[in-house]
């Protein structure tokens, strides 16, 4: 049975900073990992996310304040998080995609496995 496990949510201050994390198992073959967030009334949008080989990608609301990295041996994708904003408070998910179909890490449709989820929340 697969499981996504997302923890390290909470209530921060603008400007402060938090690390989730997406601890995996049962996944067999390929996957990358991706992390995507909702805001009440919005749609589940792309954060950040990791290839199979470590590269990261960023959309632009994470560049130059998020980090993603993983830990291959605790099966562990960390999403580091830094100069939160209130507009960053969502419930943020960690999705598994198999890349063997090169699939769009973007496209939350692609994603094979999802967590239940973590509220950040920021707080102005």
């Known amino acids: 049975e697969v499981q996504l496990v997302e923890s390290g949510g909470g209530l921060v201050q603008a400007g402060g900073s938090l690390t989730l994390s997406c601890t995996a198992s049962?996944?067999?073959?390929?996957?990358?990992i991706g992390w995507f967030r909702q805001a009440p009334g919005k749609e589940r949008e792309g954060v950040s996310y990791i290839t199979t080989d470590g590269n990261p990608y960023y959309e632009d609301t994470a560049k130059g304040r998020f980090r993603i990295f993983s830990d291959r041996i605790k099966n562990i994708v960390y999403l580091q998080m830094s100069s939160l904003k209130v507009e960053d408070t969502a419930v943020y998910y960690c999705?598994?995609?198999?890349?063997?179909?090169?699939?769009?890490?973007?496209?939350?449709?692609?994603?094979?496995?999802w967590g239940q989820g973590t509220q950040v929340t920021v707080s102005s």
């Open positions: 999705g598994a995609v198999w890349v063997g179909s090169d699939a769009d890490y973007a496209d939350a449709d692609a994603y094979n496995y």
């Open positions: 049962g996944l067999t073959g390929d996957y990358g």
